[in-house]
């Protein structure tokens, strides 16, 4: 283990290193994540045979520890898959292999080599993207013409700037949901802006626990945060900022402070059409629509997702995209609602979903509940709606990392007053 420790537990590391590390986490985040590498056609065979290569490095240092959630969930997701296999008869095995390899080893395998550190790394790479992507956005909405230098540089990949609309650092899509009362929308490399808000919320909120206080990367994620004009964002925000001010004592600045800011919340949703949209409208049309309608839309998704467990509760539907449902006027189509990701694993692997969430978070919360809980449900606004949360590696270490570092921490322990207890025994 001799070699590793200096990026393992350590702090310092040579600036090769760094950016080597950097530019795994990347490639690992990427690859679920930014549309432009499966634009040409980078698939994520290359993270499978990364994934292999960094478990034998790991298992040859024999750092592979505390595994057995992690083999209860592969596990658990094969069922899952002979399940969807045995009801649609699809389901490419392959497909399930490479799921296993790309999202639910790779984090393990990460979080066994880099630790803490991991996630050190993860925030400067999410502070890194948030940047780039504001410097240009920004540019792209004072001077909309840099949209169609943006679209050139698309065009010299070989692709079609009119339909693969995402550069490697910022998104060039100008219209539907992409568009806040006339401007852009801040997606950064990602598939949509609520997605690039949910990467950037696990970075904001694993920041609070390596930095006490409030210094640039923080206000870089939340500048970026709110470039997006992402409604559950902004809802984590709120709550993540609350825990913050909660997590003390309350004394009457505090107060102040968050009465002013429940009450910008409030009229923001009151005289924004864009949020009334987004919330009151479309909730209550959302909710009359019958299941046999087109899937659009969170709340619609959600009722359809409530479906699908109602139907299948033990196995869902759509774990790989073979035993997904494609045809949205089917009533089991959920699409990205709320809830989505409980339609895709069932009932069981929900809970456990909810429950590992809520572990990890506590631990970066350093188990202040207050905090715990702000940070918890602001985790949940965001992911409740995506399905990052079982096909990003990053996404799933943390996933797992609760109950990681505790053992990890007990053992640490357990050695440390071995060693005292020994010391004071031979004196």
Partial sequence: MGKINYISNNDSGNFKTNIFIVSLIYLATAVQGVPFFYYLNMNTYYIFALSVLLYLFAWQKAIIKYYKNYVFTILYLLVIYIGQLALFQAGNPLKFVRLIFTDIILGYILLNIF???????????????????LILWSLAVIFPSVITFYRSIIARFG???????????????????????????????FSEPGSWGTYLMLAFVLNQYFESRWRLKSSILLITM??????????GIYLVLLGKYFKNKLNIKKLFIIILFSFMIIYSFVNFDFLQNKISVQLEDQLDKDLYEGTSGRFFGFRKSLNVLKSFPFTGIGLLYDTKITDLYSEFASGYGFGSIGSRIGIVGFFFWFLWIYKSTSYFSRRNKILTISNYLALLAVFFGQSIPITSAPVMAFLFSGWFFTNLDKRNNFKNRSVKGNFNKDK
Avoid: E
């Fill in 226 to 235: 709110l470039s997006t004009f992402s409604t559950a964002t902004y809802v």
């Fill in 159 to 189: 692709l079609d700037p009119s339909t693969k609309d995402h550069m490697i650092f910022i998104s060039t899509r100008m219209g539907g949901n992409s568009l806040f009362m006339g401007v852009i929308r801040n997606a950064g490399a």
């Fill in 115 to 133: 630790k803490k550190r991991f996630f050190k790394y993860y925030i400067d790479l999410m502070v890194g993207l948030a940047a780039i992507s």
